[in-house]
């Protein structure tokens, strides 16, 4: 996400984690949606910033990304 590239004046990997660890902690932020998945696991995404993430049941947050090639929340629910 050029966001966090440092050629773009971003914060880079550690900012990038920091954002992750952000979105997926708690309640998630204002305008967030969440669903939990039968195993324990955690889809999230915000319209607003486009942010989609993916945490499994042990916390370890495996996907946070901004789907390019298609709304974000769209992408969201075809993940159930």
Request: no cysteine; proline share 8%; aromatic share 18%.
């Amino acid at each position: 996400m050029p966001e966090f590239d440092p050629k773009n004046g971003g914060g880079g990997l550690d900012a990038y984690r920091q954002a992750a660890s952000d979105f997926m902690s708690g309640e998630g932020p204002e305008g967030s949606h969440t669903l939990y998945t039968q195993s324990g696991g955690m889809f999230r995404v915000q319209p607003g910033t486009g942010y989609f993430g993916y945490m499994n049941s042990s916390g370890t947050i495996s996907t946070f990304f901004r789907p390019l090639d298609q709304d974000p929340f769209e992408y969201f629910i075809d993940q159930f």
